[in-house]
């Protein structure tokens, strides 16, 4: 064995000090100068001036691996092209490899270190993306390789492409563990270091999912002026949540579970993070490592459990309401909110149920204050959450008669962002709140009819444009439909068939409904005169009084439509049939539409109580997905403040 090394090592100095006998040769050899042409002496010093692209002789030496046979072609090469040693080995390939990145890709070992050797500036020199040959030979997984060009130079390790990456990072995401040990072993602080993506390869080793290469790096310390660093890119924890690998995460906590206190840029922990993003086997793992995390703020103020109830996230809310913490009360933002708090003001209807379920949460939960005077039910009324605002409304516990900072009930908060006509959304939260039997401040009411003069006027003249368009096309269709049946101009036909047309039933369901049609608007035209007079009040009731009218006109224009099509097509049955279903259908809509608008969900009389529950139920139905788009619309808008705040 040791005869065999011994040989191993005498081929090794003897290919090097042969081939490196033949490189010295040639560095000293002088270029012959010839005679050329003027326009191709200048085509070659433009050339000269940019880098030439490679040789591809030389590529195909490098590819084929022989170090003798490489040689042999750069001195043909020199030869051939009359360029020097150095213009040789200063070519790249179109995607800017040198020969050094080449031979590093391929993993030819003894070219390489031929090529650094003697010329020690192509370890600096980079490609494209700026990679150089050290990030190539990481790729490509060439130990040997890399081994070679560390001992070279110093300072490549720290060297980094056009995406921030270090050859470590490029080791690691390649999966490397040959080339990560090398590279630890020439400098291991580079473990902590981040790229344009704010990601270490420390946090890169726990996104790859490997646990030898998060144990060697995780034998790297932290920098000693930052034990803890405030880094989410170099938090392996955080890593690990993210990809939600539990084998990982229990790994790296069993190695090192100081690092449950990492914080990230928005100082929250690990436990944050799992909250965040709702991983429930995270928190799980997490709390049984340590309970204390629980009550650890991030900057904002929050914790873990108020970014789940924000975040809608349900069974995180469960898990960490599970443990034996104190009365819920103690779960306080920056802002004195507790989980209900934030829970209503973020729109979450599914945590907002789950809580009200929950034996932990008393009525002085439910009644809390923060510190702007706001109970949960304000927030939901602010942020016009039907859904939310429904579910606590009618929690018997609830105190309607509560008053904020600035005295202002639940009603008001919604009475002073409203406008008018309002919208589905406040009308169905004023709806909810005074069935609830929330009070209304009587100063608020005052200011609020001097805010919506000017509102109630547009809603008049809209609602009198609809009314007189019914009102006209009944007028016409009352003169149209027989002269469209019979010929008219024979005087006796017509009183013959006129009187077969009367005693028509569809013709008197056509006459009927049309005339209530045509009167309807009319009448709703009229009153909304009313409203030009400048009393807000008349002008409020003439409107409510003229919408109702108006709907009444739809619907039996809706019959009257429906009855003139079945006259007109009475020849034919399966087309009366057809016309019959469609209208039955589309006339069910319109009166169930027509009794959710008129419908009294304001009193509070027990039957009509009931039934006003039923349908706030249905209208909440409508708008369901309301709550979710306005919650989505406030993270973005919390968003774009958290991103101005970073100057991103």
Same mark, same amino acid.
Request: charged share 20%; with cysteine.
């Given at each position: ?231 989410? *890119?170099?938090? &392996? @924890? $955080?890593? !690990? ?7 990982? =995460? #229990? +790994? %790296?906590?069993?190695? /090192? ?115 702007? *005077?706001?109970? &949960? @039910? $304000?927030? !939901? ?7 939310? =605002? #429904? +579910? %606590?409304?009618?929690? /018997? ?47 608020t009411t005052s200011t609020l009819t001097r805010q919506k003069n000017d509102g109630i006027k547009d809603g008049i003249s809209t609602l009198m444009l609809v009314a007189i368009l019914i009102a006209t096309v009944t007028f016409v269709a009352g003169f149209t439909l027989p002269s469209s049946i019979y010929n008219l101009n024979n005087s006796d036909q017509h009183k013959s068939c006129m009187t077969g047309l009367v005693n028509k039933p569809m013709f008197q369901v056509f006459t009927i409904c049309n005339t209530i049609s045509m009167f309807s608007s009319t009448t709703g035209s009229f009153i909304l005169l009313w409203g030009q007079l400048g009393d807000f009040n008349l002008a409020g009731s003439a409107f409510i009084f003229a919408l109702q009218m108006v709907g009444v006109a739809l619907m039996t224009m809706s019959v009257a439509f429906m009855a003139a099509l079945r006259l007109v097509a009475s020849n034919f049955s399966w087309l009366t049939n057809i016309v019959t279903i469609i209208g039955s259908l589309f006339l069910l809509l319109i009166v169930l539409l027509y009794i959710l608008l ?51």
């Amino acid at each position: 064995m040791d005869n065999l090394q011994t040989s191993v090592e005498a081929n090794d100095q003897e290919w090097k000090q042969r081939c490196n006998k033949r490189m010295e040769k040639l560095k000293i050899t002088r270029i012959p100068i010839r005679d050329v042409p003027l326009q191709k002496g200048l085509e070659q010093e433009k050339l000269h001036d940019e880098k030439h692209i490679m040789n591809f002789e030389l590529y195909e030496a490098v590819e084929n691996g022989n170090v003798d046979m490489f040689v042999d072609v750069v001195e043909q090469v020199f030869t051939n092209t009359e360029l020097t040693l150095f213009a040789i080995f200063d070519q790249v390939t179109p995607s800017g490899d040198s020969l050094l990145h080449v031979a590093a890709d391929l993993g030819r070992e003894q070219i390489a270190e031929l090529i650094a050797y003697h010329f020690p500036g192509l370890l600096f020199g980079t490609n494209i993306k700026r990679d150089t040959a050290l990030h190539a030979a990481a790729r490509f997984k060439n130990s040997n390789v890399i081994k070679i060009i560390l001992s070279q130079v110093e300072g490549l390790t720290k060297l980094t492409n056009a995406n921030g990456d270090t050859p470590l990072h490029v080791a690691v995401c390649s999966r490397h563990l040959g080339g990560i040990t090398e590279l630890l072993l020439a400098d291991s602080h580079v473990v902590h270091y981040l790229n344009n993506s704010g990601k270490s390869p420390l946090y890169l080793a726990a996104i790859t999912g490997d646990v030898d290469i998060l144990d060697l790096l995780l034998q790297t310390p932290f920098p000693s002026n930052k034990p803890l660093p405030q880094c989410h *890119g170099n938090s &392996p @924890l $955080h890593a !690990a949540i993210f990809e939600r690998n539990s084998a990982i =995460l #229990n +790994e %790296i906590l069993k190695r /090192k579970p100081e690092l449950i206190y990492l914080r990230d840029e928005d100082g929250g922990t690990s436990l944050h993070y799992a909250a965040y993003i709702g991983y429930v086997e995270g928190v799980r793992i997490l709390l049984n490592i340590s309970t204390l995390t629980a009550l650890e703020r991030n900057r904002k103020g929050d914790l873990p459990i108020h970014l789940a109830c924000k975040r809608g996230h349900v069974q995180v809310v469960e898990e960490l309401l599970q443990k034996e913490w104190p009365n819920p009360r103690v779960f306080l933002n920056h802002l004195g909110q507790n989980i209900l708090h934030v829970a209503a003001k973020s729109g979450k209807i599914n945590v907002i149920r789950y809580l009200l379920r929950n034996k932990k949460i008393d009525w002085f939960t439910l009644n809390e204050k923060d510190n702007n *005077g706001d109970t &949960p @039910l $304000h927030l !939901a009324s602010r942020n016009l959450f039907v859904g939310v =605002l #429904n +579910e %606590i409304a009618r929690d /018997k516990r609830i105190d309607v008669n509560l008053l904020n900072n600035e005295g202002l009930s639940a009603h008001d908060v919604v009475l002073m962002h409203s406008k008018f006509p309002s919208t589905i959304r406040e009308y169905l939260a004023l709806a909810i709140l005074s069935s609830a039997g929330v009070p209304r401040n009587k100063k608020t009411t005052s200011t609020l009819t001097r805010q919506k003069n000017d509102g109630i006027k547009d809603g008049i003249s809209t609602l009198m444009l609809v009314a007189i368009l019914i009102a006209t096309v009944t007028f016409v269709a009352g003169f149209t439909l027989p002269s469209s049946i019979y010929n008219l101009n024979n005087s006796d036909q017509h009183k013959s068939c006129m009187t077969g047309l009367v005693n028509k039933p569809m013709f008197q369901v056509f006459t009927i409904c049309n005339t209530i049609s045509m009167f309807s608007s009319t009448t709703g035209s009229f009153i909304l005169l009313w409203g030009q007079l400048g009393d807000f009040n008349l002008a409020g009731s003439a409107f409510i009084f003229a919408l109702q009218m108006v709907g009444v006109a739809l619907m039996t224009m809706s019959v009257a439509f429906m009855a003139a099509l079945r006259l007109v097509a009475s020849n034919f049955s399966w087309l009366t049939n057809i016309v019959t279903i469609i209208g039955s259908l589309f006339l069910l809509l319109i009166v169930l539409l027509y009794i959710l608008l008129i419908f009294p969900l304001k009193f509070r009389h027990p039957l009509i109580l009931c039934l006003a529950s039923l349908c706030i139920e249905i209208l909440i139905l409508f708008d369901g997905s309301s709550d979710k788009v306005m919650a989505k619309f406030q993270q973005n808008k919390n968003s774009q403040q958290v991103d101005k705040l970073k100057d991103q």
